[in-house]
């Protein structure tokens, strides 16, 4: 089978094969020109298909460069995809575990105003008064006009507990921070 190449070259009387006119190194298809004293519609028709062929080569590789930078976009889209759905379920539970917390805050921080009194065996008001804990791991009772005018030593607090309060260990950051955190050796049964 004949290609239109092979056809070009025989139109023309060149007596070069397509083979030779596209694997021969420049420098020796050169000689060999020279040598056959060709025409110059024969030079040109020789560079022609020389250089077609090159773009033809140099496309299939590019093609083949492109699909396989393709298929290692698609590996590393799948790859993130799966590591941001696990992170999506990370987050989720962690907002979970973060209301979960919350909510053991606010009934235990309940049950402490429920069952706190002031020298009037009056219950403190949770409006006006907040639960805190010192640098040193004391929770203290302070007054939240105390705490919001910036005065974070609290002089005038009532210190609830050094260790522990009703057998839970708490752990209570400050308001700005939003996080909160309760170690409780029976979270279930609060």
Not at 9 to 36: C, G, H, T, W
Not at 37 to 43: A, E, F, G, I, Y
Not at 123 to 149: F, H
């Amino acid at each position: 089978m004949t290609t239109t190449y092979e056809l070009k070259l025989k139109a023309l009387n060149i007596p070069l094969s397509v083979d030779d006119v596209v694997n021969l190194e420049r420098k020796e298809l050169d000689k060999i020109m020279s040598k056959l004293q060709l025409t110059t519609s024969q030079v040109e028709m020789i560079l022609t298909i020389r250089r077609r062929d090159k773009n033809k080569w140099c496309a299939f590789q590019y093609r083949s460069s492109q699909l396989r930078s393709i298929k290692q976009l698609a590996g590393e889209v799948k790859h993130l995809k799966l590591a941001n759905a696990a992170l999506r379920k990370e987050r989720d539970e962690l907002l979970t575990a973060k209301l979960k917390i919350r909510k053991q805050y606010n009934m235990l921080s309940d049950f402490i105003f429920k069952s706190l009194r002031n020298d009037k065996e009056l219950a403190y008001s949770p409006d006006e008064y907040c639960l805190k804990q010192a640098p040193d791991g004391t929770v203290i009772l302070v007054l939240n006009s105390e705490w919001e005018s910036g005065n974070k030593k609290c002089e005038n607090s009532k210190i609830l507990c050094n260790e522990k309060l009703l057998g839970t260990n708490i752990c209570l950051d400050a308001p700005e921070l939003d996080r909160f955190e309760l170690f409780n050796s029976a979270s279930d049964s609060i």
